[in-house]
């Protein structure tokens, strides 16, 4: 009794390996564990075994019948977890899982190609402070006490109790030019990228925080000239070099003189639309010759150096480039938007 135990115990461990689908589970629970299955029937011999050996063979047999249900219990787990027939688990042909890879955002994407534009060139890249100071962020910008954009409503200042200057989320990142010609002298040739912060009313053309790229350019005999061939080889590179473009007068502090750069509407060609207010044209920066006073403020002498000046927001740019509506799209997080521009 006790060999014919032993002999079903290996024959039933080898046939517990070959499993490997739910039929042949089921054949193994027929022959060793049904009613009329071999671990039965040894239990009914059992009843004739001599009383001094019933208490080896019983023990035996209990081992056994143990090691057959963990045997079976273990393979029917399997097949109960997966529901498949092994044979598909192991198809080494059906293809792997796929992966969402993160991507650069479209904002980034933005600044390091417009940063390898002008590095072309030879402009380096200088990051300033998102924490100004009144005089570099205005004053040494030639923005006086009386400008608009210094009032409380336009610019976030921060509580400077107890400090020695007046402090503020910078406005622009013009302030990166003042610090790199108070560092060093011309020539200079340098582009500033970085966040900006003003206290704007949130639409789809303006948050309280955006994007730019301040340009800057100081060496003798710089002309406007330079400065129109210099955008103009930016705005090709960046939207196409089929793109139109030209220079309007404009106003801004530190420059004199000053202009904004339009490109041919992305949409209607030129032509007029709602887009472009129906000019045929849409704003994308502004420029001009920087002004004596702030050579002044710097240390330059006015009368040997000139130079100039641009900067662009990123947002704007990218809005018209790519045709997007709404400024507020680039920081909703929107998977569909943001997959477009991988």
């Known amino acids: 009794m006790l060999e014919k135990i032993v002999n079903i115990k290996s024959e039933a461990a080898l046939q517990a390996e070959k499993i490997d689908s739910p039929q042949l589970l089921e054949n193994f629970r027929l022959k060793y564990l049904s009613r009329n299955g071999m671990l039965n029937e040894l239990f009914e011999e059992m009843k004739s075994v001599d009383k001094q050996k019933k208490g080896l063979v019983g023990k035996a047999l209990n081992e056994l019948k143990n090691s057959l249900q963990n045997a079976f219990n273990e393979k029917k787990s399997f097949f109960e977890t997966d529901k498949k027939d092994i044979s598909i688990l192991d198809d080494i042909t059906l293809p792997g899982k796929k992966f969402n890879t993160g991507t650069k955002h479209l904002i980034n994407?933005?600044?390091?190609?417009?940063?390898?534009?002008?590095?072309k060139?030879?402009?380096?890249?200088?990051?300033g402070f998102e924490i100004e100071d009144e005089y570099h962020n205005f004053d040494a910008l030639n923005t006086p006490d009386w400008h608009p954009s210094r009032d409380m409503q336009d610019t976030f200042y921060l509580d400077s109790k107890g400090k020695d200057k007046r402090y503020l989320l910078r406005t622009h990142t013009s302030p990166g030019q003042i610090r790199v010609m108070e560092q060093s002298m011309p020539p200079i040739r340098v582009i500033v990228p970085g966040k900006c912060y003003r206290n704007e009313a949130i639409s789809s053309r303006s948050l309280g925080m955006f994007h730019q790229i301040e340009g800057l350019y100081v060496d003798k005999n710089v002309t406007f000239r330079e400065l129109k061939g210099t955008?103009?080889?930016?705005?090709?590179?960046?939207?196409?070099?089929?793109?139109?473009?030209?220079?309007r007068p404009s106003f801004f502090p530190f420059t004199e003189p000053s202009a904004e750069m339009d490109v041919e509407c992305y949409l209607c060609k030129g032509k007029g639309c709602r887009i472009c207010k129906y000019s045929g044209w849409l704003e994308i920066l502004?420029?001009?010759m920087i002004d004596p006073n702030v050579f002044n403020f710097v240390g330059y002498d006015p009368e040997e150096y000139s130079g100039y000046a641009f900067g662009m927001g990123i947002e704007r740019t990218l809005m018209i480039k790519h045709g997007i509506p709404d400024i507020r799209m680039f920081y909703e997080n929107d998977i569909r938007f943001l997959k477009q521009f991988k």
């Open 109 to 119: 994407q933005a600044l390091d190609d417009i940063s390898e534009i002008f590095r």
């Open 121 to 127: 060139i030879g402009f380096n890249v200088y990051e």
């Open 231 to 247: 955008l103009d080889y930016f705005a090709k590179s960046f939207f196409g070099k089929d793109l139109k473009t030209r220079l």
């Open 286 to 288: 502004g420029c001009g």
